[in-house]
């Protein structure tokens, strides 16, 4: 029959063990995801191609590969296929939740099946492809995004984007489901982008009165559309003209003035004093 000391001598034995097998699950779990709290900090396309050949954002901006910097200093890469480039200028760090992981939110173009927004991430010390949206169907036909924000309150980010921006363009708006970017809700007469470009920053999301809403141009960019995401559908609340074509960067500055920078110059505007679509002022 076991004695007190005995019991007490097996339970310390115990403690001892599960005390190592902690640090050593620790280590593993820092060999495996890099050091505690590590996150993508940075990241740059690297390798310039010339295999696709379309440019919407301008040369040189067709890349085969990413490069990813963590906040430990980890270095990460992905090299996409030989059908695929990353038609963009630079890779946008995002998150979906305000405590989540950090993403890299990317332009993959595919030389058949066109455009798509592809969200990467960190996975035990590679960085891969998380999640893609539907591509736009047919080769040379490119999308911009618009952002990242919560755009219906609930916690979670949505991702919005104009496809096709050059040619009659569409605003959509996707949500994270699993490895899918799956489409919520659409809505066309959108450009955010001109051809041959690299300025990408057309269009921005503002919170106004207390909620995110897209600011992105009517299709001939002389209009500035003000559009919120509610009941699961995209709806334009005010509309916006401009003296002149918008050419450059759309910034918001305060809840209630945005600047945009048209052919004639930067124009300030509260989108709240803007009349609802149809209406003039």
């Not at 029959?1 to 902690?22: D, I, K, N, V, Y």
């Not at 984007?161 to 363009?169: E, K, S, W």
């Not at 910034?251 to 209406?279: H, I």
Request: aromatic share 4%; hydrophobic share 40%; charged share 20%.
């Amino acid at each position: 029959m076991p004695t007190p000391q005995s019991r007490r001598g097996t339970a310390h034995l115990h403690l001892r063990t599960l005390a190592a097998c902690a640090i050593a699950l620790c280590l593993i779990s820092t060999l495996a995801y890099g050091a505690v709290g590590d996150n993508l900090a940075s990241a740059r396309y690297a390798e310039p191609v010339e295999r696709y050949g379309h440019f919407a954002p301008g040369r040189p901006h067709e890349y085969a590969r990413v490069e990813a910097e963590t906040t430990a200093g980890v270095k990460l890469t992905l090299t996409l296929p030989q059908d695929d480039v990353f038609e963009d200028v630079a890779p946008r760090l995002v998150r979906l939740t305000a405590a989540g992981p950090a993403f890299l939110l990317a332009i993959v173009s595919n030389r058949a099946t066109g455009s798509a927004l592809a969200l990467l991430g960190a996975d035990n010390g590679r960085l891969v492809m998380v999640a893609r949206s539907a591509p736009t169907g047919k080769a040379r036909r490119w999308l911009n995004p618009v952002g990242v924000a919560d755009l219906d309150g609930d916690g979670v980010s949505e991702i919005a984007a104009v496809l096709t921006p050059h040619i009659g363009g569409t605003l959509k708006v996707y949500r994270r489901e699993g490895r899918i970017l799956k489409e919520l809700a659409a809505l066309p007469g959108f450009s955010n982008h001109i051809y041959g470009t690299p300025e990408l920053r057309l269009s921005a999301i503002a919170t106004l009165g207390g909620r995110a809403r897209l600011l992105v141009p009517d299709a001939a960019r002389t209009a500035l559309r003000v559009v919120e995401l509610r009941d699961g559908r995209l709806r334009e609340t005010n509309r916006c003209p401009l003296s002149a074509p918008v050419t450059g960067p759309i910034v918001p500055t305060s809840d209630t003035e945005v600047l945009v920078t048209t052919q004639s110059g930067v124009q300030r505007l509260d989108p709240a004093d803007c009349p609802p679509p149809g209406e003039s002022k």
